[in-house]
């Protein structure tokens, strides 16, 4: 089975709840995205790296029967938890394809009216492969929809030092695999030296009130701490300390604030 070796944290069922929360907050950014690339009935859109399938369900509303929903992702897990949530949306024209976007065989080029992908760049060893399979797939006037984090640029004015070691472990971590996790800051360039036609870039912030960053820090912790071990970036010591400062932190500290990118790329 394929696996994205440069990927920190969890597929599947044990992810599940992280990337709920996650796109609870981030729904209302992604959709007005999507607004923007003017999908509609009858297209045809990619849902790549579809996780566990809540855009991918979205997609599905907007194209209609008349339309198609391919859903890629390189793990299995996460297929299943997708294709669960699409069939219990009742939607039946969405395929499911389990695989890399950068060796796919045997898929249509150059029919796709959109691709989407959210945070997918972040946690490749080379973007660069990826933007130029996802442009094959396009056909001329399609456009490419990204969303990247920015993830050095994550702050609270609840300033700790656990905090910021937290974030830097993690980036430290990403480093450790060969990705960047503060690849929203040149997500735009991407897309302009892919060679597509236009490329409109921008940035939104968004929060995290502290009871949600918190639940968010705890699920993400759990999924990353055993390999930042294995890396030497960290002691079982320093998670147990972030875990205990977690346990105490006052529920009604600030949250947390952090900038994402958005990129439309047109062929």
């Given amino acids: 089975m394929q696996v994205n070796e440069s990927y920190v944290l969890a ?56 339309g198609r929903v391919y859903a890629l992702d390189i793990s299995q897990e996460q297929l299943d938890v997708a294709q669960r949530r699409v069939k219990a949306a009742g939607f039946e024209h969405v395929t499911f394809i389990q ?62 030092t656990v905090l910021k070691e937290y974030r830097d472990t993690l980036m430290a971590l990403g480093t450790y695999k060969g990705c960047d996790f503060n690849l929203g800051n040149k997500l735009t360039t991407l897309y302009e030296h892919a060679g597509f036609k236009h490329v409109e870039g921008y940035f939104k912030e968004h929060f995290l009130p502290i009871s949600m960053a918190k639940k968010f820090i705890e699920m993400s912790l759990a999924e990353w701490k055993d390999k930042a071990i294995q890396a030497k970036l960290i002691t079982p010591q320093h998670v147990d300390i972030w875990q205990k400062f977690l346990n105490e932190l006052d529920e009604n500290a600030p949250g947390f604030s952090f900038p994402q990118a958005y990129a439309l790329a047109w062929k």
């Avoid at 999908?39 to 979205?58: E, P, Q, R, Y």
């Avoid at 399609?142 to 609270?156: H, N, P, R």
């Fill in 11 to 66: 597929t599947g069922v044990v992810a599940a709840e992280r990337l709920e929360l996650q796109h609870e907050v981030l729904k209302p950014c992604s959709y007005a995205q999507i607004e923007k690339t003017h999908l509609s009935k009858g297209n045809t859109v990619w849902d790549i790296g579809c996780g566990s399938g809540a855009m991918t369900v979205h997609f599905a509303e907007i194209v209609g029967p008349e």
């Fill in 99 to 160: 695989g890399d976007i950068c060796s796919l065989e045997g898929v249509s080029e150059e029919e796709a009216d959109m691709t989407y992908m959210r945070f997918v760049l972040m946690h490749q060893k080379n973007p660069d492969c990826v933007i130029q399979a996802v442009k094959k797939l396009l056909k001329a006037g399609g456009v490419a929809a990204s969303q990247e984090g920015i993830l050095g640029e994550t702050y609270s004015n609840y300033a700790h």
